[in-house]
């Protein structure tokens, strides 16, 4: 309430200044500035006669200050007789409709100022400096509670509403549980041990089954494999990212920059220490570059509003999913039965030239620069084809999977080395 009071007062008190004076317009003013010139001048008289007399100036150069300080005294003189028909009295005061001008202006200023706060501000909340709430992020970061602290904070385990395994299923897990355990060096048989938990709802079965399978690997796990074990334990503790599941993000990154699952939980995990500024700039480039359907964009986008408001973003805008490149539609069918085979070729041509140049300006999913360099191979321009994988594959470069899908299309397209 201090800072309220304070503001106000404040803003009252300089209204009110600039009110005054706007409303006197200047009245009680003595005359115009050749008057106040010419009383500097005659000081300046006084001053040169003073020197002189004390002898810090030769006579000779004290008549001739007076002499070039008597022209601007007679030249002031002579400006303000020209002039004094303008300045017969104190300027009048505002007129009414002046008056009232200057009242509502203050007041819009005012309100202006008020509602920009409100807009943009924060309302009620408390100082808090950019370094402070970084020193905050920080300490709330590393104090994150463990594995076992966030579980007990559950009323029970996490559940999978609608899940009901068949006996079969259920069957074959209670096997699968049996032979790991009497072969505790199988990775094979952990990793699909961990799936399977991890399918059943099962979360913390799972991840100390994928905590064996990166402990089997002995230095080999992947980025995936670290991404898979922290997905686990998150929701094994409904969704509080713990220390250890925060150690595991990081291994993941470390291992395969470009990793979804990682991003998104490394984006929450800010989102929750209080840096909305790093997640919202890890979620909006995740959005970017993922398809649709990845699991991580439901997420994201039912949150990153919200995230983007507390980073200072609060014109955010989320990108629109990528425009496919769609075939004819059932009209253009029809109408390409009368097209010469030019004419389709020119047909086709121009979508690809469509979604070509659009990848240029805008970018696009990993299956839009596929499909385009499918295309191109189609229209047997291999060149541009050549050209355009090799671009994509800078655009996707340390993405496995998506240099698996760009080679697989060079390779249909025939220009695969």
Do not use: C
């Not at 009245?27 to 004390?54: C, H, K, N, W």
């Amino acid at each position: 309430m201090v800072f309220w009071f304070v503001t106000i007062a404040l803003a009252f008190g300089v209204a009110l200044l600039l009110g005054r004076a706007a409303l006197h317009g200047g009245a009680g003013a003595t005359g115009p500035a050749a008057q106040f010139d010419i009383q500097v001048y005659r000081d300046q008289l006084s001053e040169v006669d003073r020197d002189m007399a004390r002898g810090v100036i030769p006579p000779a150069e004290a008549e001739r200050l007076r002499t070039e300080i008597s022209r601007r005294v007679l030249s002031a003189d002579s400006a303000m007789r020209s002039t004094r028909h303008t300045f017969d009295g104190p300027l009048q005061p505002a007129t009414g409709g002046v008056r009232l001008v200057t009242v509502a202006l203050a007041g819009v200023l005012f309100l202006a100022a008020l509602g920009l706060y409100v807009w943009m501000g924060a309302p009620g909340y408390p100082d808090l400096p950019r370094t402070a709430r970084i020193d905050a992020a920080k300490v709330a970061l590393e104090s994150r509670p463990t594995q076992a602290q966030a579980e007990s904070r559950m009323d029970g385990p996490v559940t999978v509403p609608g899940l009901n395994p068949s006996d079969d299923y259920a069957d074959l897990m209670g096997k699968l549980r049996a032979t790991v355990a009497d072969r505790p060096d199988d990775i094979r048989g952990f990793r699909l041990l961990a799936q399977n938990e991890a399918t059943l709802g099962n979360f913390k079965a799972g991840y100390e089954a994928q905590g064996r399978v990166i402990k089997l690997a002995d230095g080999t796990a992947t980025g995936q494999d670290y991404a898979d074990y922290a997905d686990m334990m998150i929701l094994s503790a409904g969704g509080l990212i713990s220390a250890q599941a925060s150690d595991a993000l990081q291994a993941a990154l470390q291992r395969d920059p470009s990793n979804g699952t990682a991003t998104y939980y490394t984006g929450l995990l800010m989102a929750q220490t209080g840096r909305p500024d790093i997640a919202f700039r890890l979620w909006d480039g995740l959005l970017r570059r993922s398809d649709e359907d990845a699991p991580w964009v439901p997420p994201i986008r039912s949150q990153i509003d919200q995230v983007a408001q507390r980073a200072g973003q609060p014109r955010y805008t989320q990108p629109t999913p990528p425009e496919m490149l769609s075939g004819p539609s059932a009209a253009d069918i029809d109408a390409a039965g009368d097209l010469s085979v030019e004419q389709r070729q020119q047909m086709v041509q121009g979508m690809v030239d469509s979604l070509s140049s659009r990848l240029a300006s805008q970018g696009g999913s990993v299956q839009e620069w596929a499909r385009l360099i499918s295309a191109l191979g189609v229209l047997e321009e291999t060149a541009r084809a050549r050209a355009i994988y090799e671009e994509s594959v800078q655009v996707f470069a340390g993405q496995t999977s998506a240099l698996a899908t760009l080679a697989a299309a060079a390779n249909q397209a025939g220009i695969a080395e």
